[in-house]
C-alpha cells in the first residue's frame, strides 16, 4: 500500500473508533440530566432509587468520557502528521470550528463536569441538576462544531479560494453559510439520533442483564434495586425511540446535498447510497421497532429470561451500525478531502509508507488499548450495579472497607463522621 492509502486507513480506525465513545457519551448525558432532575425534585424512598440511578449511570457516563478525550486527543495529533496539505488551504475554514469546539465548547463542558462531580455535597439538588443539563448542552454544541467542519469538507460552502493557482488558500466569507451548512445541519442531527439510540441500547441491556439476574420483578412489591432497573429500562426504550426517529428522518434528509455529489467516484456513489437506504430500512423495520415493543411489553410479562437474554446480546449493535454509517459516509467523498476542491493526494505528506505504517500500527494500536479499557472498566461497573457507588458517596462510604474482594481500598484511618 502506498502511503496516502495507508493515511487513509489509518483515519478511518482511528475515526471509527473515536465514535464509538462519542456515541455513548451523547446517548447517556440526557438521559442522566432527566434523572439528576427527577432525584432533585423527589423525596423518600423514590428519590433513594433516583440518586442511585443518576450516580450508576454518571460512573458509566465518566469513565467514557474521561477515556474519550485521551481518544480524542490522538485522532486530531494524525491531522497534522499525514495531512498538512489540508491545513494549509483550508486551515481557516476546517480549523475555525474546530477551534471554538476545543477553546470554548470543550473546556466549558470539562469545567461544568469537574463541577457536577465535586460539588456533589455542595450544591443544592436543583442547582446540581442544572449544571449537568449545562454539561450536556455543551456537550452537543462540541459535536456540532466539529460537524460543521466535517460538513464544509462533504458540501463546502460559506468561502472563497484565493492567491495564485499554485497556492490557493480559503477564506470564510458567509460564517452563516457554514454553520447552516444541510451537511452539518441535518446530518449533526442523523447524529444525534445515532448517539440516543445507542445510548437507549445500553440502558435496555444493562438493566435487561440485572432484571434477568433478580428474576425479572415477578416479586411484588419490587426491591430498591429492581425499581432503578425497571426505570432505566423505561428510559432506555424511550431514549432509544427518539434516537431511531432521528436517524430515519435525517438520514434520509441528507440525500438532498449529497445526490450527484460522488463526482469521479459515481459508481461506488450509488452503490452506498443503496447501502444506506437498505441498512436503514432493514434495521428499522426489521429490528428496532419490534425490539422497543417487546421491552415496552416486557413491565406485563414477568420472568422472561430468554428475551431479557436477547435485549443484553443486542446491546452492541447500534455501535456496529454507527461505526458503518460514518464509514458510508466518508467513502462517499472520496477521492476528495473537500468535496469537488481538494483531492486527498493533494494533500497528504511525502512521508514514506514505511513511516505512516509505524504511526498507523502505533495509533490504532493506542486507540484500540482505550476502547478495550473503555468497556472492560464499563462491564465491570455495569456488573457491580449499585453495589458499591463511588460518584456522590459519601468520604466515609468511599473508604470503607466492606470485604469486596474486587475493589483496591485504601484506609487512612478510621472514616470521619460527615453531614
Same mark, same amino acid.
Given at each position: 500500500?502506498? #502511503?496516502?492509502?495507508?493515511?487513509?486507513?489509518?483515519?478511518? @480506525?482511528?475515526?471509527?473508533?473515536?465514535? +464509538?465513545?462519542?456515541?455513548?457519551? *451523547?446517548?447517556?448525558?440526557?438521559?442522566? #440530566?432527566?434523572?439528576? %432532575?427527577?432525584?432533585? !425534585?423527589?423525596?423518600?424512598? !423514590?428519590?433513594?432509587?433516583?440518586?442511585?440511578? %443518576?450516580?450508576?449511570?454518571?460512573?458509566?457516563?465518566?469513565?467514557?468520557?474521561?477515556?474519550?478525550?485521551?481518544?480524542?486527543?490522538?485522532?486530531?495529533?494524525?491531522?497534522?502528521?499525514?495531512?498538512?496539505?489540508?491545513?494549509?488551504?483550508?486551515?481557516?475554514?476546517?480549523?475555525? $470550528?474546530?477551534?471554538?469546539?476545543?477553546?470554548?465548547?470543550?473546556?466549558?463542558?470539562?469545567?461544568?463536569?469537574?463541577?457536577?462531580?465535586?460539588?456533589?455535597?455542595? /450544591?443544592?439538588?436543583?442547582?446540581?441538576?442544572?449544571?449537568?443539563?449545562?454539561?450536556?448542552?455543551?456537550?452537543?454544541?462540541?459535536?456540532?462544531?466539529?460537524?460543521?467542519?466535517?460538513? /464544509?469538507?462533504?458540501? $463546502?460552502?460559506?468561502?472563497?479560494?484565493?492567491?495564485? $493557482?499554485?497556492?490557493?488558500?480559503?477564506?470564510?466569507? &458567509?460564517?452563516?453559510?457554514?454553520?447552516?451548512?444541510?451537511?452539518? @445541519?441535518?446530518?449533526?442531527?442523523?447524529?444525534?439520533?445515532?448517539?440516543?439510540? #445507542?445510548?437507549?441500547?445500553?440502558?435496555?441491556?444493562?438493566?435487561?442483564?440485572? *432484571?434477568? !439476574?433478580?428474576?425479572?420483578?415477578?416479586?411484588?412489591?419490587?426491591?430498591?434495586?429492581?425499581?432503578?432497573?425497571?426505570?432505566?429500562?423505561?428510559?432506555?426504550?424511550?431514549?432509544? *425511540?427518539?434516537?431511531?426517529?432521528?436517524?430515519?428522518?435525517?438520514?434520509?434528509?441528507?440525500?438532498?446535498?449529497?445526490?450527484?455529489?460522488?463526482?469521479?467516484?459515481?459508481?461506488?456513489?450509488? *452503490?452506498?447510497?443503496?447501502?444506506?437506504?437498505?441498512? &436503514?430500512?432493514?434495521?428499522?423495520? #426489521?429490528?428496532?421497532?419490534?425490539? @422497543?415493543?417487546?421491552?415496552?411489553?416486557?413491565?406485563?410479562?414477568?420472568?422472561?429470561?430468554?428475551?431479557?437474554?436477547?435485549?443484553?446480546? +443486542?446491546?452492541?449493535?447500534?455501535?456496529?451500525?454507527?461505526?458503518?454509517?460514518?464509514?458510508?459516509?466518508?467513502?462517499?467523498?472520496?477521492?476528495?478531502v473537500i468535496q469537488g476542491v481538494l483531492r486527498v493526494d493533494q494533500v497528504t505528506s511525502d512521508q514514506s509508507a514505511r513511516a505512516v505504517l509505524a504511526s498507523l500500527v502505533l495509533l490504532a494500536g493506542l486507540m484500540v488499548t482505550l476502547a478495550v479499557l473503555d468497556w472492560w472498566v464499563l462491564t465491570r461497573l455495569a456488573r457491580a450495579g449499585t453495589d458499591r457507588l463511588v460518584l456522590g458517596a459519601a468520604p466515609a462510604d468511599v473508604l470503607r472497607d466492606d470485604g469486596a474482594d474486587d475493589a483496591v481500598l485504601l484506609r487512612f484511618g478510621p472514616p470521619q463522621e460527615t453531614r
Amino acid at each position: 500500500m502506498e #502511503a496516502t492509502e495507508l493515511a487513509r486507513l489509518q483515519f478511518a @480506525l482511528l475515526a471509527a473508533v473515536h465514535f +464509538l465513545f462519542v456515541l455513548l457519551t *451523547l446517548g447517556l448525558g440526557p438521559v442522566v #440530566a432527566i434523572f439528576n %432532575t427527577r432525584w432533585a !425534585r423527589a423525596t423518600g424512598p !423514590r428519590a433513594v432509587v433516583l440518586g442511585n440511578a %443518576t450516580r450508576f449511570w454518571g460512573q458509566i457516563y465518566l469513565v467514557n468520557y474521561a477515556l474519550g478525550i485521551a481518544a480524542g486527543i490522538v485522532l486530531e495529533l494524525q491531522f497534522g502528521l499525514h495531512f498538512p496539505g489540508l491545513l494549509d488551504v483550508a486551515g481557516e475554514v476546517f480549523g475555525a $470550528p474546530l477551534a471554538v469546539e476545543t477553546l470554548v465548547a470543550f473546556f466549558l463542558e470539562s469545567t461544568l463536569l469537574g463541577l457536577w462531580v465535586f460539588g456533589w455535597h455542595l /450544591f443544592p439538588r436543583g442547582l446540581h441538576a442544572a449544571i449537568f443539563w449545562a454539561v450536556v448542552l455543551t456537550g452537543y454544541a462540541s459535536a456540532f462544531a466539529v460537524m460543521v467542519a466535517n460538513g /464544509f469538507l462533504r458540501n $463546502p460552502v460559506g468561502y472563497v479560494l484565493e492567491g495564485p $493557482p499554485d497556492a490557493q488558500v480559503a477564506s470564510i466569507t &458567509d460564517f452563516g453559510a457554514l454553520v447552516a451548512n444541510p451537511a452539518a @445541519l441535518v446530518s449533526g442531527l442523523h447524529v444525534v439520533g445515532a448517539c440516543l439510540m #445507542a445510548g437507549g441500547f445500553v440502558l435496555v441491556g444493562v438493566s435487561a442483564w440485572h *432484571l434477568r !439476574r433478580v428474576g425479572g420483578g415477578e416479586r411484588l412489591p419490587v426491591s430498591p434495586d429492581e425499581d432503578l432497573w425497571r426505570r432505566s429500562m423505561r428510559a432506555g426504550i424511550w431514549t432509544g *425511540l427518539v434516537g431511531v426517529l432521528f436517524v430515519q428522518a435525517f438520514g434520509y434528509a441528507q440525500f438532498g446535498y449529497i445526490e450527484g455529489g460522488f463526482g469521479e467516484n459515481a459508481a461506488v456513489g450509488v *452503490l452506498l447510497e443503496v447501502m444506506m437506504r437498505s441498512a &436503514d430500512l432493514v434495521f428499522l423495520g #426489521a429490528l428496532v421497532l419490534p425490539l @422497543l415493543l417487546i421491552g415496552g411489553a416486557l413491565f406485563r410479562m414477568r420472568g422472561r429470561r430468554t428475551l431479557y437474554a436477547v435485549l443484553t446480546a +443486542l446491546l452492541p449493535l447500534p455501535f456496529l451500525v454507527g461505526i458503518a454509517g460514518w464509514l458510508v459516509r466518508e467513502l462517499g467523498r472520496q477521492p476528495w478531502v473537500i468535496q469537488g476542491v481538494l483531492r486527498v493526494d493533494q494533500v497528504t505528506s511525502d512521508q514514506s509508507a514505511r513511516a505512516v505504517l509505524a504511526s498507523l500500527v502505533l495509533l490504532a494500536g493506542l486507540m484500540v488499548t482505550l476502547a478495550v479499557l473503555d468497556w472492560w472498566v464499563l462491564t465491570r461497573l455495569a456488573r457491580a450495579g449499585t453495589d458499591r457507588l463511588v460518584l456522590g458517596a459519601a468520604p466515609a462510604d468511599v473508604l470503607r472497607d466492606d470485604g469486596a474482594d474486587d475493589a483496591v481500598l485504601l484506609r487512612f484511618g478510621p472514616p470521619q463522621e460527615t453531614r
